[in-house]
């Protein structure tokens, strides 16, 4: 199985202001993605990283908010740009391993005021 | 959209019992995944099951899958007070060409009072 870190943990930022998470996955994975998950709801795939080309975002996710970078295999940085309070969730990115599995990291907790 | 979709959505046993908890998806799938969720951290991998598996087992996991009813149940046997946690049914669906993603079902919460 894969093991996937990320960074920082939990952050609380005031409004306007942009956060840089990174996740570390400790093997080559072929994919990776980044989720939300709002307070209390399920996830939802914000989009994936490619590795050396622009990421692939879902609807309702545009790159100018949530730019994605993913240089390598086993590295990627999502940016929540301009933030709101609507912004507070839980983010957390994710690497398909063998046999299609995909593990999570253990996510990190935005509070924006 | 959300595909899987779980019931019931809330379960509450007594340590010992079995807990059983269904998840239905809408499209053709490739496979079915479980995740355990504790109280905002980060989802635990369970089980996954593939579109052409009918059951997996795991420990006190088991998983079936019916395709012609587009639903999976999760059964956790036995269970202990540190089964207590949210959890998720997510599908890979078949689309041709396209890379795999997950969609998440809203979850279960579940609560083994000891």
């Known amino acids: 199985s894969a093991v996937i870190s990320q960074k920082p943990s939990r952050d609380i930022c005031q409004r306007g202001t942009s956060l840089t998470i990174q996740c570390q996955v400790d093997s080559q994975v072929t994919m990776m993605f980044w989720y939300r998950q709002q307070p209390g709801q399920s996830l939802t795939l914000i989009a994936t990283?490619?590795?050396?080309?622009?990421?692939?975002?879902e609807s309702g996710f545009v790159i100018d908010k949530f730019p994605i970078s993913r240089p390598n295999l086993t590295f990627s940085t999502l940016t929540v740009s301009n933030m709101s309070p609507e912004d507070s969730s839980i983010y957390l990115c994710s690497g398909e391993g063998a046999q299609e599995t995909q593990y999570f990291g253990p996510g990190t907790r935005l509070l924006v005021l | 959209s959300q595909q899987g979709e779980e019931d019931p959505q809330a379960l509450s046993i007594q340590e010992g019992e079995n807990a059983t908890m269904n998840c239905s998806y809408k499209?053709?799938?490739?496979?079915l995944q479980w995740y355990r969720q504790n109280s905002g951290r980060g989802l635990v991998h369970l089980i996954l099951i593939r579109s052409n598996e009918r059951e997996k087992h795991s420990g006190r996991l088991r998983v079936t899958l019916d395709t012609s009813k587009k639903s999976s149940s999760l059964l956790i046997t036995a269970s202990r007070a540190a089964d207590t946690a949210s959890y998720f049914c997510a599908t890979d669906e078949k689309e041709t060409g396209a890379n795999s993603k997950l969609t998440f079902g809203k979850g279960i919460t579940l609560s083994v009072r000891p």
């Open positions: 499209t053709s799938i490739n496979n």
């Open positions: 990283a490619n590795q050396g080309s622009e990421a692939t975002y």
